[in-house]
C-alpha cells in the first residue's frame, strides 16, 4: 500500500459507540470549524449542518429520522450531525457538502474520535422535525463518538463491526 497519512489509514466508520462519551463544546467547534474551511465551487459553501448532542431534542428529532434497525447502535453515538446542502445545482452542492463531511470526519479522526455516517434517512420528516427552510436538503446523518464495546451490539452487527476492513485495489478504481 502506497504511503497513507494515519488520518485517512485509521478512520473507519464504527457501530459501537461509547454509550457515555460525549463530545465537549470545543470538539464540536473543531469539526465544524474543519468543514467550513473545505473547498467548494466558487466558495460557494452550500452546506448547513445541525448537531444534535445525546438526548437534546435536535438529536431525537434526527435519531427519530432513521430507520429503526440503526436507531439500535446510533443512539450510543454522542452526538447526530446532518449534513444539508443549498443551492439550485444539486449535483455541484452535493459535492461539496461531501467535501465539507469529509473534512469534519478527517478533523474527527484527529481528535481521537470516529464518524459513521448514514445516507438511508427519512428526508422529507427530517426536514420537518428540524423545521428546516425550503431549499435545504439533508443528504446525510454523521454519527459522531468515541468508540465503544462492539460486543454490546448485536451479533449480526457485532461481526460486521470486527472483521477486517477491506478496499478494492487501486487498479479495480481506475477507468482504463
Keep these: 500500500m502506497a504511503d ?14 461509547d454509550p457515555s462519551a460525549e463530545l465537549t463544546p470545543e470538539e464540536s467547534a473543531s469539526l465544524l470549524e474543519a468543514a467550513r474551511w473545505a473547498p467548494s465551487t ?8 445541525a448537531l444534535g448532542h445525546r438526548d ?9 429520522s432513521l430507520p429503526v434497525d440503526d436507531q439500535i447502535w446510533i443512539r450510543h453515538a454522542a452526538t447526530l450531525v446532518v449534513g444539508a446542502h443549498t443551492g439550485l445545482d444539486t449535483e455541484r452542492a452535493a459535492y461539496d457538502l461531501g467535501q465539507a463531511v469529509a473534512h469534519l470526519t478527517v478533523q474527527a479522526t484527529a481528535l481521537g474520535l470516529h464518524v459513521h455516517q448514514l445516507t438511508r434517512f427519512d428526508r422529507a420528516g427530517l426536514s420537518t422535525e428540524l423545521d428546516l427552510p425550503g431549499g ?6 454523521a454519527a ?31 477507468l482504463r
Design 136 to 141: 435545504v436538503r439533508p443528504l446525510v446523518v
Design 4 to 17: 497513507l497519512t494515519p488520518l485517512l489509514a485509521y478512520r473507519w466508520s464504527p457501530r459501537a459507540f
Design 42 to 49: 466558487e466558495n460557494g459553501q452550500p452546506w448547513r449542518f
Design 56 to 64: 437534546d431534542e435536535t438529536w431525537k428529532r434526527i435519531l427519530i
Design 144 to 174: 459522531v463518538g468515541r468508540l465503544g464495546d462492539p460486543f454490546a451490539l448485536p451479533a449480526e452487527l457485532r461481526a460486521r463491526e470486527t472483521s477486517l476492513r477491506r478496499r478494492r485495489p487501486v487498479a479495480e478504481l481506475l
